[in-house]
């Protein structure tokens, strides 16, 4: 079942001569429980398509749909709200709130949504994410590994229609590096969760199911690895 779809999506900056097209013309779906891995050299396009497919940057001109809904046929108000139940977001420097501990980190999503936490889920998390007898730390307690554990786990705490993963592993040495991919792989599979990561690790792109290349705002290579 499609959970995504990208229709002729474009983002431009400046104008006449000095335009700069970070994404040009790009169409692709995902199916939902799919592990897509978005590669390509600096500048080609790919951070941009990420914060776009997450309600975070409006596009110039294309279509997001996700789980059927038009993104940004959406007000700002109802964006917000996309963003906060519909994105998982995971970034290379981790954006933990330094005054908060892991728990409060990892429910921060639910809190503003001003929902109830599910103390299962939460729980179950901190099992899988290795963060118990952590709760309390703060994150400059925390070693990089496991601050990018807990990004995770907020990302994973509304149980997101996706997950977005911009550099994950960029700030991690390579046994870390393993175990986020691992982490990342267990989400996909126990939740079935859709998974769309951005990397320039090769090793780490061929564990998806799909590896999509980007180039000049353009896709060059989309291939599947393995259904």
Do not use: C
Not at 109 to 124: A, H, S, Y
Not at 136 to 159: D, E, F, T
């Amino acid at each position: 079942m499609e959970i995504l779809r990208i229709e002729n999506l474009s983002k431009y900056y400046g104008s006449g001569e000095n335009i700069v097209k970070a994404l040009d013309g790009v169409s692709f779906s995902v199916e939902k429980g799919e592990f897509l891995a978005i590669m390509g050299p600096s500048g080609s396009g790919k951070s941009t398509l990420l914060h776009i497919i997450g309600g975070v940057d409006k596009p110039t001109s294309g279509k997001v749909y996700m789980s059927g809904q038009d993104v940004y046929a959406q007000n700002d108000e109802q964006l917000a709200i996309f963003r906060r139940r519909q994105v998982g977001l995971i970034y290379q420097f981790y954006n933990l709130i330094p005054v908060l501990d892991v728990v409060e980190n990892i429910t921060l999503p639910v809190l503003l949504d001003g929902r109830e936490v599910n103390e299962d889920r939460l729980n179950e998390l901190l099992m899988i994410l290795d963060l118990k007898g952590r709760e309390k730390h703060l994150p400059n307690q925390l070693s990089g590994g496991q601050q990018q554990r807990v990004s995770i786990g907020r990302a994973l705490m509304n149980a997101p229609a996706v997950v977005l993963a911009d550099e994950p592993t960029g700030n991690l040495d390579s046994k870390n590096s393993q175990e986020i991919v691992e982490l990342l792989k267990l989400s996909n599979q126990k939740f079935g969760q859709t998974i769309i990561i951005i990397t320039h690790d090769e090793n780490i792109a061929l564990q998806a199911d799909r590896i999509m290349t980007l180039e000049d705002g353009k896709i060059i290579r989309d291939e599947v690895i393995r259904k």
